[in-house]
């Protein structure tokens, strides 16, 4: 298993994004997922990350297996949620055992797959894993998201913590680049321990995600705008909700 980008700043973003998001896309996990797979149906999380919606399934009675690439942030999860079955597995060769109800794949997951040809093996390996009827919903973000990267610094200032972050977009090559730079208060008041990684996204155009969804065999393939199912501020920028069912 390769290193992932997340490892060296797996507690910055399990402090720092982590509890933002699902707050903002309740509603259209609600109206996608929810409402569509009764709990205890299995749900594969795909990309868990430090388990923020994998606990969220948990909490609502669903049996949940969750596999992300990143140790560091599968070992916070693990932490938080010993009930759950979570593996630090890159999904562009998923092995899990299925059949799921459910696939989840939140908070742009699928963007950070870097190839055409990735995202149609993580399709793929989805479909295989799900049962006839099996629902998969999952958001990326589309160009309009990443234009909004203004190549600023975002400053998060903690009780002993300092986050910085700022996304980069090259409309060329469609690569996003986010750079995370994390100082943390260790032991004495001014001894500070920094941790830095660039995490890199790809956008793609919402005509190639639904032919690859269908080249995979996916059927009953939806498109949604964030904003049209209510997910406010920035998350909802950009961002669409896909929902298709095997
Ligand atoms: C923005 S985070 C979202 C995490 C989680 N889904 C959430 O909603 O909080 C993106 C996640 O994708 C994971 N990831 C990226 N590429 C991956 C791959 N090839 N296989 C598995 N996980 C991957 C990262 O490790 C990270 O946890």
């Given at each position: 298993m390769t290193e992932s980008s997340y490892d060296e700043v797996a507690a910055m973003y399990h402090a720092l994004w982590a509890n933002s998001y699902i707050p903002a896309a309740l509603p259209a996990l609600e109206r996608l997922f929810y409402c569509r797979l009764a709990p205890p149906a299995h749900v594969l999380d795909v990309c868990c990350g430090s388990g923020h919606v994998t606990s969220d399934l948990v909490k609502r009675g669903y049996r949940v297996t969750g596999v992300d690439s990143s140790a560091a942030l599968i070992e916070i999860a693990r932490r938080e949620l010993p009930q759950a079955d979570l593996r630090v597995q890159d999904v562009r060769r998923l092995e899990v055992e299925g059949p799921y109800g459910g696939a989840l794949s939140t908070f742009?997951?699928?963007?950070?797959?870097?190839s055409l040809e990735d995202l149609h093996a993580v399709f793929s390996g989805v479909y295989e894993a799900l049962g006839p009827g099996g629902l998969f919903v999952f958001d990326m973000n589309l160009e309009e998201a990443y234009s909004l990267d203004l190549h600023q610094w975002l400053v998060n200032i903690g009780h002993n913590s300092v986050g910085l972050s700022r996304g980069l977009y090259d409309p060329v090559t469609h690569m996003a680049h986010t750079e995370l730079i994390w100082f943390t208060q260790t032991g004495s008041q001014d001894c500070w321990q920094r941790r830095q990684s660039i995490v890199e996204e790809r956008c793609y155009e919402k005509q190639d995600i639904v032919q690859a969804l269908q080249f995979a065999w996916f059927r009953s393939i939806e498109v949604h705008p964030a904003v049209e199912l209510?997910?406010?501020?920035?998350?909802?920028?950009g961002r669409y909700f896909f929902s298709a069912r095997r």
């Open positions: 742009d997951s699928l963007n950070h797959i870097l209510s997910v406010e501020s920035e998350f909802g920028h």
